[in-house]
């Protein structure tokens, strides 16, 4: 079956750097997405793994390890606005189409 | 440019009752893919549309149906309503073929009660 495991809840304070872990379990593989979403709010993207190594776009970056079925986004200089839902999410097939399939998601409180 | 439109944002309904939610994709894309997302939880694949047609669907009933307009816009209706379908409907339009698949955009969401 499809799995993707993410932690329920993480607290970090403003300044700060938090790692959320992503594990999956799907049929198959093609590609890794992070999304923000903000309570009551559409999910907005984040970043974007499909091979194996860093990606990191300012303050945000994500890594993907496709052999051990594992990511994470690491969150730098922690600000208020930051407290929101990460949700991960895995495209398990590189047919035309982009249904994606989504973890739980990991709420986030950021402290001052 | 306007990013993807979902109309109604809130709808209160009756178990047992049919409902039908519309998505705007947008402007140049051509796929709308429909996602429910129960409070606390992520959001879960419905079904997606391209060229009018399903192409698509996720581990939901019968119940759940769509239509796709030649606009692109796509419409979601939901039959025989439950008190767990209460949730919030996510659309998302995205272009079909596109490799990198990050070029989803999520629309604000309709937030379904049923009581």
């Known amino acids: 079956g499809q799995n993707i495991d993410q932690p329920t809840e993480m607290t970090a304070t403003e300044g700060a750097i938090v790692q959320i872990n992503c594990t999956y379990q799907?049929?198959?593989?093609?590609?890794l997405f992070w999304y923000q979403q903000h309570a009551g709010e559409a999910p907005t993207f984040l970043s974007y793994?499909?091979?194996?190594g860093l990606e990191e776009k300012g303050r945000f970056s994500s890594f993907l390890s496709r052999s051990k079925g594992y990511s994470y986004l690491l969150l730098k200089e922690l600000q208020m606005k930051d407290s929101a839902s990460y949700l991960c999410a895995v495209r398990d097939n590189d047919q035309a189409g982009t249904a994606l399939i989504f973890g739980k998601g990991t709420t986030l409180s950021v402290s001052s | 440019d306007a990013g993807v439109t979902q109309s109604p944002t809130h709808l209160i309904k009756t178990r047992g009752q049919q409902v039908t939610l519309r998505c705007s994709p947008k402007?140049?894309?051509?796929?709308v893919s429909w996602y429910q997302q129960a409070l606390g939880q992520g959001p879960q694949f419905i079904f997606q549309?391209?060229?009018?047609?399903?192409?698509q669907r996720g581990n939901f009933p019968d119940r759940f149906s769509g239509h796709q307009f030649p606009n692109y816009s796509s419409e979601l209706n939901v039959n025989a309503l439950l008190l767990g379908d209460s949730a919030l409907y996510l659309c998302?339009?995205?272009?079909?073929?596109?490799?990198?698949?990050?070029?989803?955009?999520f629309g604000p969401g309709t937030r379904l009660t049923v009581t």
């Open positions: 549309y391209y060229e009018e047609e399903e192409r």
């Open positions: 793994n499909v091979l194996d």
């Open positions: 998302a339009s995205s272009l079909w073929g596109d490799s990198r698949g990050y070029e989803q955009y």
């Open positions: 799907t049929s198959g593989f093609n590609g």
């Open positions: 402007s140049g894309h051509d796929t």
